[in-house]
């Protein structure tokens, strides 16, 4: 089970080598991997319909409790079929509709990795493994959906989808990662005994609301609705492929799979009923008035998954029983039209439904296949969108309480779906023929056979229901209710949701037959536009753009100065604060008088002397007006600081101290002459600020010093062991010297190292310039 | 035995002598470097096997014994430190015989590079504070000629403000070196992990731990002091900004690392409290500096800072899985940060600028040149199953455990933020179509010297492999990482390496 999963992903790797061996047969010849993978799946079905579950085990990071487990179930199975049977149909049809276009290449390695990893999505146990496929297939849909990305519209559309879905993903992130800690497991199948204890836990409310995020944006549910319609930017295979039959449907699959986990509640009951029962609602409206063939058909596959979602949050067995069917019917009848509107597009140049009509005269299979699939979208009997139909009427008609709101909403958004599914795919093939382009012609059989399959079956599996699709969905119902089973018949005797049917065809029909004045009207509806999501995307997008730029300006202004007043102003806070925070006003002023007392006991005349000129000399160089005398007053106090070495005994260190103050002090003199005349430039208020930051960062110095020398060192082993072994061991007199070329040697190489290689940076900056020509 | 743990630090010192007495000779020097590199990474690879299988070892320099001397000590943090330093070296000795002028080689930039990396090495290898400040002013010296040569006004501009910031930081260091020496009498890092718990007053290391976190913070360009790195990482030549991304930050993380793990860990509620704060900030702040940013090295080093937050927020977290995380990322993002630099590097030489407004059309030019850009793109923004989402996931589920869950928050909108700018550079770079203004001035892979194109090519495909590897196969690296966390979370392991279990 792993190697089929993964043979999307190495069939991506040698998909450039196909085509570069035969670019003719390369597309058909590709599409032996997805029917090789519906096979396979396929000979999974005999044990699924006898009750058995088939499990295999991949560890792959067991570390991290990351395994690529397997699991085939009813409903996994279910989902599996699907995926690599339209992947087939999609991969032929491919191979025609982009036989011309120079991206063939990345569109068969993009796609394969989408199939694999959906695949991967729909049969793995492990959710963090799950995960890992789950995103795959938003940056697989991204790459596809920015397919045409000379255009600017398809960026914007690739982008928005991505951060969508991929936001959503990160949500979902959080409470897989949130779940298993509580749950202790990863494995999908184990979670569900841990049922009470995480609908008790004080988290579930987050956990639910983040799961739902990731759910509800991969799914195309209000208010993450607005990336699907966009995605359709992408070309008309992965359209109907991934942004209506599969990938969208993944948050879907997501949703039944924890309802044994995390659903039985009345937050989860309100949040999937009320937000799928408002987007199925909405969206079913909007799409009446697209103009755009795709466009109609994505705000309509809007609208199914937002039925899909009520449908799993009235969580009953009836309503998963009506949601799988409802599923299976929609994946074929809308995958259909999708690639009729493909072979429209392709043949006419145009998706504009204003702009075609009577097509049947030229594309007669493409008329059947868009007939028959649109009868099966409106919930005509035979078809089995008739059955889905009905079954969804019973569950709402069952919904207890708020039952008689759940059913109007129900039947007026499938009124507005029998509407759309006749505008998309039977009324361009009737009436009067018009078409922009003149050389319409019926596509050729790759384009065809598969939607033709698909027509068919959705009127075979409604026709012979009992016999053919009942048995798997059973199955798929029994992965969530192990006892629960249905039976599924057209025809239910004549009750309320039979009437209702005929109601929702009447309606339909007057829809279909005023188009042009439900537009009107529906167009007459203003709603604000601050109102729509995709409005809020852009808000939120441009907005943290602009806190963005606002943030760095602010913080990255280019000003050196500023940089340093935020350093020390951080060592103050962090510093002093701890300074402050953790020893007691009782332990610093100790600390203090002791350093006092101890000045005031070994003070003499030179000392005082001296601290008095380095004072007065400091001052000096900061209120100076003139850089010569800043700079001599510096030197004075760094030659009187190597009297202070010289007094306490160290005459080496004074030596180095007080040839690098003059070394220094002649450099800048030097300097100065080539310097421009001194300013200032700085404004009062600045200075006061500076004056306050380095007085503030000064005296945290002093104190610390202070604080730490009045209570001694800890240990004077390291000094204790310089002074008896230097002679002994180090054979020399002078215990800084051994220090410095032996108990430390290497400090002194380091150093030596970067003396030199100052020396070598300086030079080759000097002559690199001269030789540059430059100033 | 021991004294191959000098090598890392030592023998790049050697090539770089050999290579100065080669000064005229640039060609000598390319070989040399080349050689070199790869024998360091030989070297380092042998090391850290025998690390991982012999436990931590030490070199006492001079036979001084610890305390008293100086030593090298190695423990798996240090190894990997010295492993992807080898890597990256090796990568960019490759990568700057393709894209170095002449000019650059003839002035002393493979001596300059090799010293750097001794520094670095240093700095990773020693287990004396005051020996680490040596390293880091070998590394500052170096990093600064390199940044400054050419001479460029732009790079002058940015090396002074590195330096200056750099040098305040070493500032602190080495005062705080002092004063931790004036309370403690020591500098052997061992020594200092076993004295401080000793202390009587326990305030004044907390207000250590602080200094050392401003000084090493600014090190690694944590909020609010990374201001030296977007000045100038967009400066000097591809080749440099890469070793620059990939490593400098990284010593300073290191440092965070080494000294918040063995000493200050005596009050860690305070102390990595503020850690975790700022790791937040870091991320949050540098992600928006990326997202608003229009040149690719630009919206790079920004992302370097924000990636910097999460190796710190697993440090912050001080759990077993946090601080494995931290290694892994720090690991994880050296080598996706080099790499993509490189890549901007040959999106440069093909199109003679870094502009996201001039560019565009690469993708169709070089569809190689792409993947090679997603892979690691991809890999920095956290998308399965990269080495970089295995780097998130751990923090991230390292953050819940210890139930900090706005740091998870944070973590995974910064990874979405991630994600938005590595997708911004790929549709502009790549996806957009050049306008027809800007694309006169540009040249074609064609027109390149077959041997120019190979080793500009060679290592980023070496870099990419190596974070598919890790991607595919996290495993093997997350023991590694667990058992380095597990050395470092256990401070008597290391002290007891270095001082021997008597003392």
Redesign the interface.
Known sequence: MLIAVLSGFIVACIVPLIFKLNRKVAGALLSILPLSLFIFYLQFLPNVLAGEKILTTFY?????KINLNFMIDGLNLLFALIISGIGFVVYLYASAYLAKSEKIV?FYIYISIFMASMLGVVTCNNT?AL??FW??TS?SS?LLI?FN??QERS?YA??QS??VT??GG??L??SV??IG?IAGTYEISQMSAFHSNLINNALYPSILILFLIGTFTKSAQFPFHFWLPNAMEAPTPVSAYLHSATMVKAGVFLMIKFLPILGGTELWMWLLGGFGGWTMLMASTMALKQTDLKRLLAYSTVSVLGTLTMLIGLGGEKAISAMIIYLFAHSLYKGALFLTAGIIDHETGTRDIRNISGLRKYLPITALIGVLAALSGMGIIPFIGFIGKEMLYETALLSGQYSTLFITISVISAVNIFAVMAYSGILPFFGEYKSPSEHVHEAPFQMTSGPVAFALLGLVSGLFAGSTVDGLTNKALQSIFPSASHHLALFHGFNLPLLLSALTIVVGLIFVLNRKSLVEFIEKIRIPEYFFPSKWYDYIFNG??S???I???F??N?H?RY??F??LA??IL??G???F???TSG?ILNAFAISIERSIAGIDIYDISMLITVLIASVFALLSQGRLSAIASMGIVGALISLIYIIYGAPDLAMTQLSIETLSVILFVLVLYKLPRFFTYSKLKTRIRDLVIALAFGSI?TM??I???A?G???????E??AQ?SYLIGHGKNIVNVILV??????TM??I??LS??A??V???L???K??G?Q | MNSILAMPVVFPLFIGIIMLFFWKHRSIQRIINALGSTITLVLAIYLTWYVKTSGIQCLYIGAWKAPFGIIFTADLLTMTMILVSAIIGFATSIYSLGTMDETREHFGYYPLLQIMIMGINGSFMTGDLFNMFVWFEVLLISSFSLVALGGKRSQLEGAIKYVILNLLSSSLFVVGVGILYGITGGLNMADLARKIPMLPNKGIVNVMAMFFLVSFGIKAAIFPLFFWLPASYHTPPAAVSAIFAGMLTKVGVYALFRVFTLIFVTDVAFTHTIIIIIAMLTMLSGVLGAASQMEFRRILSFHIISQIGYMILGLGLMTPLGIAGGVFYIFHHIIVKTNLFFVSGVVNELKGTYLLKKLGGVLKLYPLLGLLFLIPALSLGGVPPLSGFWAKYTVAVAAVEKGEYLALAVSLFVGLLTLFSMIKIWNEVFWKEQKAEFAAEQQTLRQLPKFKIAMMFAPIIFLAAITLFIGLNPEPFLNYANEAAHQLLNPSIYINAVLGGAQ
């Open positions: 792959w990071i067991p570390s991290l990345p963090l995960f890992v995103e795959l940056i991204f920015g990305h000379e960026r690739a982008l991505l951060l991929a936001g990160l949500a992130l959080a990662i949130i800690q943290t753009l806190f963005a730029e943030q760095t300006k913080l990255q280019g050196l940089y340093i935020t350093i951080l060592f962090l510093v604060g701890s300074f925070g953790f020893n332990s110095f610390i010093i604080f730490v020398s209570y060192k800890f240990d004077t082993g390291l000094s062991y310089f072994t032996d108990f430390r040697g290497f400090d380091g150093e190292t970067v290689i100052a070598v940076g030079y080759s900056l002559r690199l310039r030789q540059g430059e």
